[in-house]
């Protein structure tokens, strides 16, 4: 029953109240820690945590299920084992000799203050790692905008590859706006040349479609619905007056109409 992929209804109350534990060794959290070196620290002198090791807690959290803010990661941080809080560079309290872990209000400043687009770059340096370089499997990038839970109402814009799943990228949505600029501040830091994006009809855009094509050096699929009835209309005119110059048509456009198609 413990290894069944839904618990018993009791026995899963009682496993969401626990925290997840570090389930990586020392080696791999030094690791994590290399990936990090290259975000600049926000604070003028570094007293316990240095930034790489915090970015370092964070990933492992997340990989290991901590899915909310720095409460949970607090708690996290303080089921660390004195070997994996030495592995991440904690310094040791000379009073105690112990490694404190990393406070709730540390996380908060970390969380606020980190440069996003080097945090950005140096998570994907990371999946390059783990994952090796993109494939031709990762030629259709999906973007999209989605809200985070939990959040307050904050919505993030990202690229993934839809066969994949790799990340390509994630830009904040501001407040009051759309996923929109966005996506296409997003794209003006991503290479899509020999790929195409993949977009909602919200995205289509002639500002979004030149961006893919002429900046990017990529292609791209639009969605078109009806709430942009002109565009909708104007390519329903030339689906229909093309329909004989392009297959699965039945027309021959060198003989004329066939099998009883005009």
Request: glycine share 6%; proline share 11%; aromatic share 0%.
């Given at each position: 029953?413990?290894?069944?992929?839904?618990l018993p209804p009791e026995w899963e109350a009682l496993e969401s109240a626990v925290v997840p534990r570090c389930a990586y060794g020392v080696p791999t959290l030094q690791r994590m820690m290399e990936y990090f070196r290259q975000v600049k620290d926000w604070r003028g002198v570094i007293k316990r945590y240095p930034c790489a090791s915090l970015l370092a807690v964070v990933l492992c959290a997340t990989l290991c299920g901590v899915a909310r803010g720095q409460r949970d990661l607090a708690a996290f941080a303080r089921g660390l084992t004195k070997f994996?809080?030495?592995a991440l560079r904690f310094r040791r309290d000379r009073r105690t000799g112990e490694y404190p872990a990393p406070s709730e209000t540390t996380f908060f400043r970390l969380l606020t203050s980190?440069?996003?687009?080097?945090?950005?770059q140096a998570l994907l340096g990371c999946q390059d790692h783990v994952l090796g370089p993109p494939t031709e499997e990762d030629r259709l990038i999906s973007y999209d905008g989605k809200t985070l839970l939990s959040s307050g109402?904050?919505?993030l814009a990202s690229g993934y590859s839809a066969q994949t799943g790799r990340w390509m990228g994630t830009e904040a949505v501001e407040a009051g706006s759309n996923e929109i600029p966005a996506i296409q501040r997003l794209l003006a830091r991503t290479d899509l040349n020999g790929k195409t994006g993949v977009m909602d009809a919200l995205n289509t855009q002639v500002e979004t479609a030149r961006q893919v094509v002429q900046d990017c050096g990529g292609d791209y699929v639009l969605t078109v619905k009806g709430n942009q009835k002109g565009l909708a209309e104007t390519l329903q005119q030339l689906q229909e007056g093309a329909r004989g110059a392009f297959p699965p048509s039945t027309v021959d456009v060198r003989s004329g109409p066939a099998h009883g198609v005009e």
């Open positions: 029953m413990l290894r069944a992929e839904p994996q809080r030495r980190v440069d996003p687009h080097e945090l950005e109402g904050i919505e």
